[in-house]
T-cell receptor
Framework: DAKTTQPTSMDCAEGRAANLPCNHS???????VYWYRQIHSQGPQYIIH???NNETNEMASLIITEDRKSSTLILPHATLRDTAVYYC?????????????FGQGTILTVHP | GAGVSQSPSNKVTEKGKDVELRCDPI?????LYWYRQSLGQGLEFLIY????????KSGLPSDRFSAERTGGSVSTLTIQRTQQEDSAVYLC?????????????FGEGSRLTVL
């Protein structure tokens, strides 16, 4: 799986949009971009994934650049409960998904 | 059950003892993963089971660690002769072997403390 680079930490004011960047310049054509988050003392939680088109669900939006070398996870109206470590991962989808390798992630702190 | 269930949630043991950690995946999920997370660290992959295929054991840190998955469902992670550096939260996840999302569903983890 391709390596990803994320900022170590970010801050965001409650109610504002949180934009979390991820660099994956060595991504292959068949690798998807996944985002997970881990709230303190809990197991990681899936947020969203995409291949090349922008994606949106009830939790977040995922914007992938045209060359697919970077992406941004957007939490449109951050709340204090969104304070967590956010992991950006790239991996191949297929009949056997294989292991998911987590990096260090971005610590997002949402403040009042 | 509705989610991935792990037991025990907390385990305190003495150095040198063996421990067993259990994971009950989501019913019907064919893929099962074990990770561990030391204090303040990221998730470290340990082992991956997919259906009847041979497991990917590439993340097991030593031969004191082993895991099995009986009947394609429940999995047990065994750590023999525990050491203090084994202290961590051990996380289990399961995933459907088919479908397009590849989403992993994690349990709440088993916190192991080796004294």
């Amino acid at each position: 799986d391709a390596k990803t680079t994320q900022p170590t930490s970010m801050d965001c004011a409650e109610g504002r949009a949180a934009n979390l960047p991820c660099n994956h310049s060595t991504i292959s054509g068949n690798e998807y971009v996944y985002w997970y988050r881990q709230i303190h003392s809990q197991g990681p939680q899936y947020i969203i994934h995409g291949l090349k088109n922008n994606e949106t669900n009830e939790m977040a939006s995922l914007i992938i650049t045209e060359d697919r070398k970077s992406s941004t996870l957007i939490l449109p109206h951050a709340t204090l409960r969104d304070t967590a470590v956010y992991y950006c991962i790239v991996r191949v989808l297929g009949t056997s998904y294989g292991k998911l390798t987590f990096g260090q992630g971005t610590i997002l702190t949402v403040h009042p | 059950g509705a989610g991935v269930s792990q037991s025990p949630s907390n385990k305190v043991t003495e150095k040198g003892k063996d421990v067993e950690l259990r994971c009950d995946p989501i019913s019907g999920h064919t893929a099962l993963y074990w990770y561990r997370q030391s204090l303040g660290q990221g998730l470290e992959f340990l082992i991956y089971f997919q259906g009847n295929s041979a497991p990917d054991k590439s993340g097991l840190p030593s031969d004191r660690f082993s895991a099995e998955r009986t009947g394609g469902s429940v999995s047990t992670l065994t750590i023999q002769r525990t050491q203090q550096e084994d202290s961590a939260v051990y996380l289990c996840a399961s995933s459907s072997g088919t479908g397009v999302t590849g989403e992993l569903f994690f349990g709440e983890g088993s916190r192991l403390t080796v004294l």
